[in-house]
């Protein structure tokens, strides 16, 4: 046939040495992630938009934009809710 049947020991021995290569390759190819995540931003965040910083004061001023009341006539058209200052939105 095909040759002796390992016994418990043995099998579980190569299940440990299976399982601490694979255990091994995880954590090398989580390693390389890290390292590519680190390399490719610099810790930076990009966004999209003018690059314009808000202060504190204009954020707690009172809002120039006028907000007109909410209809909800149209079920079909998209709303768009936010608990930002509405000066910030379409600045």
């Not at 202060?55 to 209809?71: C, F, S």
Request: net charge negative.
């Amino acid at each position: 046939m095909q040759g002796e049947t390992p016994t418990k020991a043995e099998v579980q021995a190569e299940f440990a040495k299976r399982n601490q290569a694979v255990q091994a390759s995880v954590e090398a190819e989580r390693e390389a992630k890290q390292a590519a995540k680190a390399q490719k931003g610099n810790g930076k965040t990009y966004r999209s938009g003018p690059n314009r910083d808000i202060t504190q004061e204009e954020i707690t001023d009172a809002p120039q934009k006028a907000l007109e009341p909410y209809v909800a006539a149209c079920a079909t058209s998209t709303h768009f809710f936010t608990s930002w200052h509405p000066d910030a939105i379409e600045a």
